[in-house]
């Protein structure tokens, strides 16, 4: 076997069906772009027959990825495939992934057929994709808890067509590393031909196991490529995540004995960026990507670190891309250096408006902060890439009035449609009065589901904050983010952000694999 480890990111496929993670085109080549800066092997940019939109992002991010394999989901069906096949025609490494449930359970209960018939579909599924890509990739849906005589059958025949790539999913996180490796490596002795396809693992992280499992199916199952997401971002509990996995055989090589192409460095700014767009909150004791991650409170910890760093630490913060000088640029820096920084932070801006927006939004910033810090250059671009997109609503200007003993008031104007609108409302504090004044004017009938505040620089009481909300209408759940140094105003951005997604009606559908 060979000791190098293929790293499968489905940041943009899996880790999009949580719920408000789904992502607009544009969003989801930014992102790409970042993880073919992280050396990512293989990109699964999403399932292009799920709709309209999830094809356009994927042929936009086929169209520009150079280095990175690009992949597209499909199911065990010709439309899919062909789909698939077509979005994915602008990239010069391509990969077809099909997958058809194998367990019992969901070949009873959700699929409605037969092994015999499940069976079949898988052979002919890879057999037509093999006409269309040299690259592919098989999935058991639910293989885990798949029998595993039934799955030796399918696997034996899905690699005797051409599949290259054979995944063992644990769909529903129900694998304990010990006995997920053992199943592995027990299919692959019992399978003829398992040395023609390189295996490979796709863990939930239902039973918070889905790093230690992913491991395990390498070390001890031998498989060789493992599916993970930036920042663990996936539905339910979330999906392995990327920073630990790599960290983990790259700290423990000695254990792992693997060898990965990615580029560490790019870590950070790569779960920032996923963070900030989808607006999913990194909490702060996160392994690797956490605030806290390099932290130490303890006294003796601390004493320990300042005289010989390996004391308390295993990695170094800036090898993950934490950078050790935050404070970069200020009010008096130009247009030149702040495009210098752009490139530092592998920002890609297409063209020079874009670039003189995001430079007069930064210096309008940097009047009312004196220190810009990194995290606030890269908020300051997403919010640039949204509002450069066509927004139905857009907030102008915001005051309000708040006072001990006196219920808070405020008053919001906006545009909707390019039509300026002005609203006026109280609430139980500035907050609430700011979004009740919208929704007074607006009466979109949507649902708060969850309203959170996050510093995006720590240590000082002048840093920005960034707003998540999220919000249900009519069966959809989208984020909206809004960053300001003024909470109140990055409420009101963050509101009209979610409003906006409810507009544009995007569709995603769903696809497990």
Request: glycine share 8%; hydrophobic share 40%; proline share 2%.
């Amino acid at each position: 076997m060979t000791d190098q480890l293929i790293i499968f990111d489905t940041t943009l496929r899996d880790g999009e069906q949580s719920p408000g993670a789904s992502m607009t085109r544009d969003e989801k080549l930014r992102i790409a772009r970042q993880l073919e800066r992280l050396r990512v092997d293989v990109i699964e940019a999403g399932f292009a027959a799920s709709s309209n939109g999830d094809f356009e992002a994927v042929k936009a991010i086929a169209d520009h990825i150079k280095e990175s394999t690009v992949c597209s989901l499909a199911r065990a069906n010709d439309r899919d495939i062909s789909r698939a096949a077509e979005a994915l025609k602008g990239a010069p490494r391509a990969r077809i992934h099909t997958f058809i449930a194998t367990s019992e359970l969901h070949m009873e209960k959700k699929l409605r057929m037969t092994r015999d018939q499940v069976f079949e579909q898988a052979k002919q599924a890879v057999r037509f994709a093999r006409n269309l890509a040299g690259d592919i990739e098989f999935s058991p849906e639910d293989g885990y808890r798949s029998d595993p005589d039934f799955l030796c059958w399918v696997l034996e025949a899905v690699i005797n067509e051409g599949a290259t790539t054979v995944n063992i999913p644990d769909t529903v996180g129900y694998a304990v590393p010990e006995l997920y490796g053992e199943f592995i490596r027990s299919l692959r002795e019992r399978i003829p031909n398992s040395d023609k396809a390189v295996w490979s693992v796709h863990c939930h992280n239902d039973l918070g196991m889905a790093v230690a499992n992913s491991l395990a199916g390498v070390k001890i199952g031998g498989a060789r490529q493992i599916e993970c997401t930036i920042n663990g971002l996936g539905e339910r509990a979330g999906n392995c995540s990327l920073e630990e996995v790599v960290m983990a055989v790259k700290t423990r090589k000695d254990h792992f004995g693997l060898t990965l192409a990615i580029d560490t460095s790019q870590i950070v700014p790569a779960s920032r960026m996923v963070s900030q767009t989808t607006g999913f909150v990194v909490q702060p004791n996160k392994a690797v990507v956490g605030a806290n991650a390099f932290a130490h409170a303890s006294g003796i910890h601390q004493d320990g670190v300042l005289k010989a760093r390996d004391t308390y630490e295993i990695m170094r913060a800036e090898d993950v891309g934490w950078s050790a000088n935050k404070i970069v640029l200020g009010k008096l820096s130009g247009r030149n250096a702040f495009r210098q920084r752009l490139q530092e932070l592998g920002v890609d801006l297409d063209s020079e408006a874009e670039v003189n927006a995001a430079f007069a939004r930064f210096k309008d910033l940097a009047d009312r902060k004196s220190d810009i810090f990194d995290e606030d250059i890269i908020a300051l671009v997403s919010d640039e890439s949204v509002t450069s997109e066509q927004e139905h609503y857009r907030l102008l200007a915001l005051s309000q009035h708040s006072e001990t003993g006196e219920r808070p008031q405020a008053s919001v104007v906006f545009t909707a449609g390019g039509v300026e609108h002005k609203a006026s409302s109280h609430g139980n504090g500035p907050v609430d009065a700011s979004l009740k004044a919208i929704e007074s004017r607006l009466k979109t009938g949507a649902e708060l589901l969850l309203y959170s505040v996050n510093a995006i620089t720590s240590g000082s009481t002048e840093s920005q904050g960034e707003v998540t909300v999220r919000l249900q209408h009519g069966g959809r759940v989208v984020n909206g983010v809004g960053a300001d140094p003024d909470i109140v105003v990055a409420s009101a951005k963050a509101y009209l952000s979610a409003l906006n997604k409810l507009h544009s009606k995007l569709e995603r559908v769903a696809a497990q694999g």
